[in-house]
């Protein structure tokens, strides 16, 4: 028995098909490529999608005699938003660039279980596209139809389920399907940081699938232990929030640590720190699986808020611990080589610092006396750490473009919109922290007031969610122009480091004609001249 699929596709050299069987091709499809770019097209309009309806909310919250949409829409608005940020976007676009990547950068011809992963696939669009429809028809969170209700937790069910799926065939690419002689301890940083952050995802997202089966008991018949339909967000909140998100975010954060030595042109040195440092941040599984939020609570004796600070240090703060420790070794290794300034660089670097914020924002957030439970604060470090991981993803996309298109996007056109994205976070998600302080609520579009400018805070909210809008279609643009231009792209543009780049760009069907034996994390550095490694 084997985990790897033979027939993947159609082989090399075989006739090109018709528009239709092109299409059946994709559709059908368990190459791992193909699998990954629609997981992350899809995802990318998602992101797009919720940055509109971030955009919306934004412009209502400006002022109360505003009146975009009915305003006993906005829990199902607000509760769709919070679903294309996190299940529509931040996790399939990690999960699918890792499905891309990985099976090259580990070495092997095709990713473990493909029908696993491509039913992976089918699964979260299939359940993406009941959630809108539900909730489209009065069907989400507190809707009026109670079919639809049901229909908004079976997608969401079947979402998660589908994301936990294509998650498995990751896990098991990188413990399986290794190339000959790449231990665990050998494994290219970003495949550690998919390894560690699809393990955590496959241990969260079922209790998500399984807290919604609870719900759909409940709403199905009694209606009172769970609060039917008027408390579905209130018991799925806590899959869409802090610290949840950070188990998807410690695959943004491994995109970093894989190009920053790559832009160095040196050796990572700092190889152990780093692999530590990633899979800390996948330690926000910790509140996912407890479905909780632990506080740090200063009203009682010092022993009371010691015992508080253990759990609240261990769910919070290790992941921003795991942050902080990728970036400073990727400053390291930046300054013991010598770095040139890329676009994959900057939007990795740039996201990830944007993530650590998003998580900074978490542990605050998680502090009682700050009094900022319930309030615009988080949904201000959700944005951040979703926003700064699409960020990190285009820098992938980039960065793995040959491999995945056989083309590169020159640098005129894609550095730039790594400021226009950096901006974009940044409106989109620090004024809710300064209106959480004023104890702005995160449900609500009205009713509220407090003193100072809240309409400047929205307003520039609202104009943050379309620069990020504008960035990734902008991206996506550039790689879409680059790949009609039909320029290719060397088989090494980047003078990497691991096996992905012993590969033709862009990688045949099978990947390796070949597997050779490695002797290090770094095979494709080690064959390289002894002049071309600067450290």
Partial sequence: MTTIDT??????GSARPGLVAAVANWLTSSDHKKIGRLMVGESIVAAVAAAVIGTLVALERVSSGYSIFDGDATPQLLALFRYLLVF?????????????????????????????????????????????????GNGGPGGGNSDLVDMYLLGVALAAAGLAAAATSVATTVLTSRAPGMGTDDVPAFSWGALVGSIAAVLTLPVAVGTVVYLY????????????????????????????????AAIAVAVLADIAPVT????????????AGVGLVAAGALGAVTQSQHMLSTDGSTGDTVRSAIPY?????LPVLGVLVALATSLFVLKAGKPRVTAPFAFSFLGTGMVFVGMLGGMVQNIEAAGLSGTAFEEGATTYVVYGAAMALV???????????GVTVEEKKSLPLAGLALLGTVLSSFPNYIAGFADQPAGAVDGFSYDGPAGLWNGLTAAGHVLVALALLAAAGALISAVRSG???????????????????????????????VMSAEPVLDAKPKSEVSA
């Fill in 88 to 136: 529509g976007a931040l996790a399939p676009l990690m999960i699918g660039l890792a499905v891309a990547v990985v099976p090259m950068q580990v070495g092997s011809r095709a990713i473990a279980f493909p029908r696993l992963a491509q039913f992976g696939f089918w699964a979260w669009d299939l359940g993406s596209v009941m959630v809108i429809i539900s909730i489209a």
């Fill in 264 to 275: 160095a042109r040196t050796r990572q040195p700092l190889r152990a720190p780093m692999l």
């Fill in 7 to 12: 027939h993947a596709g159609a082989p090399a």
């Fill in 313 to 317: 240090l261990l769910f919070n703060g």
């Fill in 217 to 248: 008991i409940d709403h199905t018949y009694a209606r009172v232990a769970f609060g039917g339909n008027k408390a579905v967000a209130d018991h799925l909140h806590f899959s869409m929030t802090q610290p949840a998100t950070f188990v998807f």
């Fill in 487 to 517: 320029q290719r792209a060397s088989d090494d543009p980047w003078d990497g480091h691991t096996l992905e780049w012993a590969i033709p760009s862009p990688a045949p069907h099978d990947n390796f004609s070949e597997l050779a034996t």
């Fill in 395 to 405: 820098g992938g996309l980039l960065h793995w473009a040959p491999k995945l298109w």
